[in-house]
C-alpha cells in the first residue's frame, strides 16, 4: 500500500532552517509529482511546494519563495523539502502529499515549531 513518512520536523529559531524528509513507499514513485503541505495552528491546510515527477518544474507559495527548495531524488523515493530563514509563521504540521491512481495519500505529518 502507498505509505508518506516525513521526517525532520522539530524546534528551531527564527532565522534557522531544517530539512524534512518524506520517504515513499507502494507506488512508482518516478511517475507522480509530490506535494509538501501545512497546517498551523487555527489555519486551513495549504500548499507550500510542489515538483513534478521528474523534478524539472517546481512552485511554491508566495509566502515561501525564495526560502523553501523542494527537491526529490527517485532512486531513493524521497522528497525532501529545505527552509531556511524560518518565521514564527512558518509553525505548522508539514505533510507529504501524492495522488497515485486517482487517489489522494498524505503522511503522518511533522511538527515544525519556529519560536526563541
Known amino acids: 500500500q502507498v505509505q508518506l513518512v516525513e521526517s525532520g520536523g522539530g524546534l528551531v529559531q527564527p532565522g534557522g532552517s531544517l530539512r524534512l524528509s518524506c520517504a515513499a513507499s507502494g507506488f512508482t514513485f518516478s511517475n507522480n509529482a509530490m506535494r509538501w503541505f501545512r497546517q498551523g495552528p487555527g489555519k486551513e491546510r495549504e500548499l507550500v511546494a510542489h515538483?513534478?515527477?521528474?523534478?524539472?518544474?517546481?512552485n511554491y507559495a508566495d509566502s515561501v519563495k525564495g526560502r523553501f527548495t523542494i527537491s526529490r531524488d527517485n532512486a531513493k523515493k524521497t522528497v525532501v523539502l529545505q527552509m531556511n530563514s524560518l518565521k514564527p509563521e512558518d509553525t505548522a504540521v508539514y505533510y507529504c502529499?501524492?495522488?497515485?491512481?486517482?487517489?489522494?495519500?498524505w503522511g503522518q505529518g511533522t511538527q515544525v515549531t519556529v519560536s526563541s
Open positions: 515538483i513534478t515527477n521528474t523534478g524539472d518544474i517546481t
Open positions: 502529499n501524492t495522488l497515485v491512481w486517482g487517489n489522494i495519500y
